[in-house]
């Protein structure tokens, strides 16, 4: 699987922009890339999901450079309700499509 | 907006005895899958399951674990003989397909103590 590398945390002022970025340089060409988050223990929650495009969705933004070794996950207008770990996941294009989860971004949203 | 889900939210068990964690995942769902999470660290792939059999496994899916899809609503995760170890949050997802396009949703986990 593609290895993603993310800043271990980042904080947030609520209100603004929440820019969390994602290097995944060793990506295929047919490499999904997706994001989730992890809210205490609670199972991980879908955010957003693409292969080139930008891609837009009720919950954030994700852009995905041109060469596709990096991308950005936006959250538009933060809230305290968005403190989570955000997980950058490459997913294999085979018939089992299991999840690597790495580390991720511990998002710090403060008043 | 449909959901996996997981019972029971909290299980405990002395070690050396079986459990099992049950998940109905989402209904028009072909591709089945267990995870878990020590306490403290990352979310780990434990095995994937379509067509009644298992897709893919890792290495910490043992002789000690197995799965089943009793009925057509649930999925089931065992474990034969429980060790310290085996105490962590287990997840159960469920995605359209295997293919990466579709997205895995993810339940709300089942929280396994081991004494």
């Known amino acids: 699987d593609a290895k993603t590398t993310q800043p271990p945390s980042m904080d947030c002022a609520e209100g603004r922009a929440a820019n969390l970025p994602c290097n995944h340089s060793t990506i295929s060409g047919n490499e999904y890339v997706y994001w989730y988050r992890q809210i205490h223990s609670q199972g991980p929650q879908y955010i957003i999901h693409g292969l080139k495009n930008n891609e837009t969705n009720e919950m954030a933004s994700l852009i995905i450079t041109e060469d596709r070794k990096s991308s950005t996950l936006i959250l538009p207008h933060a809230t305290l309700r968005d403190t989570a770990v955000y997980y950058c996941?490459?997913?294999?294009?085979?018939?089992?499509?299991?999840?690597?989860f790495g580390d991720g971004t511990t998002l710090t949203v403060k008043p | 907006e449909p959901e996996v889900t997981q019972t029971p939210s909290h299980q405990v068990t002395q070690m050396g005895q079986e459990v099992i964690l049950r998940c109905v995942p989402i209904?028009?769902?072909?591709?089945f899958y267990w995870y878990r999470q020590i306490l403290g660290q990352k979310v780990e792939f434990l095995v994937s399951f379509y067509n009644n059999e298992i897709s893919e496994k890792s290495e910490i899916f043992d002789d000690q674990f197995s799965v089943e899809r009793p009925d057509g609503s649930n999925f089931t995760l065992k474990i034969r003989s429980t060790k310290l170890e085996d105490s962590a949050m287990y997840f159960c997802?469920?995605?359209?397909?295997?293919?990466?396009?579709?997205?895995?949703?993810f339940g709300p986990g089942t929280r396994l103590t081991v004494l």
């Open positions: 996941i490459v997913r294999r294009t085979t018939n089992a499509g299991k999840s690597t």
């Open positions: 209904s028009n769902h072909l591709y």
């Open positions: 997802a469920s995605s359209e397909s295997g293919f990466s396009y579709n997205e895995q949703f």
